[in-house]
């Protein structure tokens, strides 16, 4: 089985920074030392979610998910642990030489991304060869400049049924698992395989952080070697399909590119097609997406809300266009995103516009002839006809009020409903009931179920349940984080001050059984903790105690009126405050106890020397903890 080495593993983990990949998924606030957004593993409203870059930390308080870098990249992704590896490798440029042996087969899923990433290499490859001429000179024709051509991967599948598959196989990569992520088919009636894509220019669809998941295939117009087939008229677009890696309907292409501009601008432009994306992009227009050949999904919009606050549609002005951004408009809504309209004149499309007007005349278009839902809803019915009949009015004033039902904001509902009842010339009175009508229907399927999900290339699966909360003491979080945040000097300034025993029982002490042995073995290391060596829970755990937002200092002081030292700034004094309230409150507990089993002898009329000799035992203890006498007891060894 494939190992990657250690040392390697922290090469990786040095050059890449937590704070940029998790910014590649979730839009992050600065919020003191650490960044805030909103999670990207459950739906919220509020952001929960919290990074800490210091400590290469996430954690969401919300699903209670957490862990370091390569945790983050495993959970997003849908990957394992030696993958999220290779992942941020090639994102930091860093060769991966694997321990054990690499080939494909180790693991099926790699050997999936492995064969994708291939199949990308040798698309591009093809346009530096004479057969691929045909391919190159078709994207300069189109006005793609080799320095875009490069940004986007993009390349050309051979006129041929097999090359493809030839140096596949080549490089050792099965026919079957080339087939099962699209590369390949079947022939019918035979044992043989051939390429999926023939003669076309090739755009390969990324994940946010650059892994190749799935390809689109334009065809070259022109017949090549000078072939002809009447009979035979081969679709313009052909896609990946559905695999055990893409999903397409939570992928958008040119996202990989377009995010950083996005999350500058907050709004994200949506185009239909792959050459838009690419057009814009290369005019500077870099805030641009397009939905891979599929009808806007609400998996879609999630992830743009992770990056922008309002979405633009620049959809085809043709019936279907129409039709498709009318539909986008409620899906965008029931995201969170504001959602505004523009079409081009003449039927353009954004690649023929801004190939043929420039940039400048594009940006101008896309200030100008912006519109809001209402007055697009209200526009497009008005074309068709659909305000000359009272039914015809009413139904529009329903779509409306249903896609004002999707907005959460108050004022911008108000500020919708009077813009709908001045659109139709109608009082805003009437339209509040329909209103009122929508917001109902969306309460009822809000409680529904919800759907089964999937990542942009994980298996499908259900949603995480909701895990029960760990329970601990505040001194107890405390004492943790301070051990796992400033190592073996602290473990052996904590644990030599108190007993295990003196820890609650159960997960809390086994974790400190945890620190004990690897401190007595000289191997403790918080990563460990946050990698998941220890099991998730343990994993969960650390996370959930690193990322704490109130320590014992604030909770002591708002409770108690008792200040304590700031965990971050006097460490060492904050740990001596907190053993002594953790000591305290067990000997508090044991005189109760003691107290208790007093009172039941006496009933019984039996002797209470020992019991009362045991309770001032534990009243003089109590006084000595409280004037810190237990500080200088720790000479005895760990554990």
């Known amino acids: 089985m494939a190992r990657i ?22 839009r992050l606030k600065k919020q003191g030392n650490r960044f805030v957004g909103l999670c990207p593993f459950h739906n919220e409203k509020t952001p929960s979610f919290s990074v800490d870059g210091r400590q290469d930390l996430f954690y969401c308080f919300g699903c209670k998910r957490g862990g370091d870098l390569f945790k983050f990249v495993e959970e997003i992704e849908g990957v394992g642990f030696l993958d999220a590896v290779r992942l941020l490798a090639d994102r930091a440029g860093i060769e991966i030489v694997e321990e054990g042996g690499s080939h494909p087969e180790a693991d099926e899923r790699e050997a999936m991304h492995a064969a994708l990433r291939f199949a990308a290499r040798f698309f591009f490859d093809q ?60 022939r019918d009636g035979s044992d043989g395989h051939y390429d999926f894509f023939r003669d076309r220019v090739i755009f390969p669809i990324l994940s946010p952080v650059g892994k190749v998941l799935g390809f689109g295939g334009r065809i070259v117009p022109g017949v090549p070697g000078g072939k002809q087939d009447d009979d035979y008229e081969p679709a313009k677009y052909i896609n990946t399909s559905e695999t055990p890696v893409y999903n397409k309907s939570g992928v958008l292409y040119g996202l990989k590119q377009a995010k950083t501009e996005i999350r500058g601008q907050e709004e994200a432009l949506l185009v239909e097609g792959y050459a838009d994306v690419v057009s814009l992009y290369q005019a500077g227009i870099k805030n641009v997406v397009a939905s891979s050949g599929t009808a806007l999904t609400s998996q879609q919009v999630n992830l743009l809300a992770r990056y922008a606050k309002t979405v633009v549609l620049l959809y085809d002005a043709d019936s279907a266009g129409i039709d498709a951004a009318l539909k986008a408009v409620e899906i965008v809504l029931t995201g969170g995103l504001a959602v505004y309209v523009v079409q081009l004149p003449d039927g353009a499309d954004p690649d023929s516009f801004v190939q043929q007007f420039g940039a400048d005349a594009f940006r101008k278009v896309l200030r100008e002839d912006r519109v809001d839902f209402v007055s697009f809803y209200v526009g497009q019915a008005r074309k068709s006809g659909g305000l000359e009949t009272g039914e015809g009015k009413g139904a529009v004033a329903e779509a409306l009020m249903r896609a004002v039902a999707r907005i959460d904001d108050p004022v911008a509902q108000e500020h919708y409903i009077l813009r709908a009842a001045a659109e139709l010339g109608v009082p805003d009175a009437l339209l509040r009931s329909q209103y009122a009508d929508a917001s109902r229907n969306r309460r009822r399927e809000e409680r529904r179920p919800p759907p089964r999900y999937r990542t942009s290339d994980a298996p499908e699966q259900q949603p995480p349940p909701s895990e029960a909360p760990i329970v601990m003491r505040p001194e107890e979080r405390s004492l943790l984080r301070l051990m796992f945040e400033h190592g073996t000097p602290m473990v052996e300034h904590i644990l030599m001050k108190i007993g295990i025993d003196e820890f609650s029982p159960g997960l809390v002490r086994e974790v400190v059984e945890h620190i004990i042995e690897r401190y007595q073995a000289g191997t403790f290391d918080t990563e460990a903790f946050l990698r998941g060596d ?106």
């Open 5 to 26: 080495p250690d040392a390697t593993v922290d090469d990786v983990r040095a050059a890449v920074d937590l704070i940029d990949v998790v910014g590649d998924y979730v």
């Open 127 to 186: 346009l530096k060869t004479p057969s691929g001429k045909r391919g190159l000179d078709y994207l300069l024709g189109r006005g793609f400049s080799k320095e875009t051509i490069t940004t986007f991967g993009m390349g050309y599948a051979p006129d041929s049924w097999d090359a493809f598959l030839q140096a596949a196989t080549e490089a050792q990569y099965r026919p079957e698992l080339l087939e099962k992520v699209g590369l390949v088919k079947h």
């Open 534 to 639: 220890l099991g998730p829970i343990i994993q969960r755990l650390a996370a959930e105690v690193l990322s704490e937002t109130h320590t014992l200092s604030d909770n002591w002081e708002l409770k108690k009126g008792i200040g304590v030292p700031v965990l971050d700034e006097h460490p060492y004094e904050a740990a001596n405050s907190t053993l002594k309230f953790l000591k305290l409150d067990r000997v508090e507990e044991a005189i109760e106890q003691c107290g208790h089993r007093i009172f039941l002898a006496a009933q019984a009329d039996e002797d209470l020397t020992i019991l009362n000799r045991e309770k001032d035992q534990l009243t003089a203890l109590r006084l000595q903890i409280a004037k810190g006498e237990f500080l200088e007891w720790g000479t005895e060894a760990v554990g």
